[in-house]
């Protein structure tokens, strides 16, 4: 678990920017995984999944505990 700032939990909603080949896309995606050594999120979209630094994402849902 992150010890900075906020942390994302699994199932929760995000947004971020990819660039890629001068190319620069808004993903939104599910949060489904966190690596702790390297302090980094998987996130799974449409397409594929990314591993994206905190800071990089913005959270627009997050997962409701029951």
């Known amino acids: 678990m992150s010890e900075k700032g906020h942390y994302f939990s699994p199932g929760d909603l995000v947004q971020f920017v ?3 080949l001068n190319v620069t896309n808004i993903r939104t995606g599910l949060v489904i995984g ?3 050594d390297k302090d980094l999120f998987r996130v799974k979209t449409n397409t594929r ?3 994206v630094a905190m800071d990089k994402l ?3 849902s ?3 505990e029951q």
């Open 18 to 20: 990819h660039n890629h």
């Open 34 to 36: 966190y690596n702790s």
């Open 49 to 51: 999944d990314f591993w």
């Open 58 to 60: 913005k959270l627009l």
């Open 62 to 64: 997050k997962v409701r």
